[in-house]
């Protein structure tokens, strides 16, 4: 079955500064990626998604890029605010259905004014 | 709109006890679904409803049962309590045909 790996698992920036989360995947018939943040205290919210007909997505200050030869895509969010800070989950899976979805372990991200 | 909605916010139980979790929609949604997320592991399905009146197996259904109780509610039991099932329980909604999943707030359950 699919298996998703995320690093770093934690991450600290300076504000105005970029972060970068990388994921990556084992099943090449995986072709839909999104991207939930997950605030304290909250269930995650979708962020940012991109199917694998796709290179890069962007939206504001966040982007996504895909490489499906190597099997990873990762998130990039640009000039950092505080409140960017939350986890961040990948995920993976087949034809967007919620059923075979796999979410990555997730990364602390930490914005220091 | 509320969204997803999830009833309890927090529960301790002891051993062998059971509880069940609910959860609510009312965004008309087609596909429920229920989550634990334990630390360092994301979030792991348990089970799922693609639409009313069905109910399937996620990656980690032992120890639980569920219920679509009609479109809107989706209820996640606990027959006999463990701590290993100490976690943080979330539901989700998706549209028919649709790929977001709209989470609600959680359950943190203790087992003691």
């Known amino acids: ?35 939930y943040k997950q605030e304290l205290g909250k269930g995650p919210q979708l962020i940012i998604d991109i199917r694998s007909n796709v290179g890069e997505k ?35 899976s087949i034809n967007g259905y919620g059923q075979n979805f796999v979410f990555g372990p997730g990364t602390r991200l930490s914005v220091l004014p | 709109n509320a969204g997803v909605t999830q009833t309890p916010k927090f529960q301790v139980l002891k051993t062998g006890q059971s509880m069940t979790l609910q959860c609510a929609q009312d965004m008309n949604h087609n596909s429920m679904y229920w ?20 109910t399937d197996k996620g990656e980690v259904p032992n120890g639980y049962n569920v219920s679509r109780l009609n479109k809107r509610e989706f209820s996640l039991r606990l027959e006999s309590a463990a701590p290993s099932q100490t976690s943080v329980y979330f ?22």
């Open chain 2, 35 to 54: 989550y634990r997320q334990d630390p360092g592991m994301g979030l792991r399905l348990i089970y799922y409803s693609a639409s009313e009146g069905t």
């Open chain 2, 91 to 112: 539901c989700a909604s998706t549209r028919a045909g649709g790929e977001t999943q709209y989470f609600g707030p959680g359950t943190r359950l203790l087992v003691l």
């Open chain 1, 1 to 35: 079955g699919e298996n998703v790996e995320q690093h770093p698992s934690t991450l600290s920036v300076q504000e105005g500064d970029s972060a970068v989360i990388k994921c990556t995947y084992s099943d090449s018939a995986s072709n839909y990626f999104p991207w």
């Open chain 1, 58 to 92: 962007k939206d504001q200050r966040i982007a996504v890029t895909l490489n499906k030869t190597a099997k990873h895509f990762s998130l990039h969010i640009t000039e950092t605010q505080p409140e960017d800070s939350a986890v961040y989950f990948c995920a993976a």
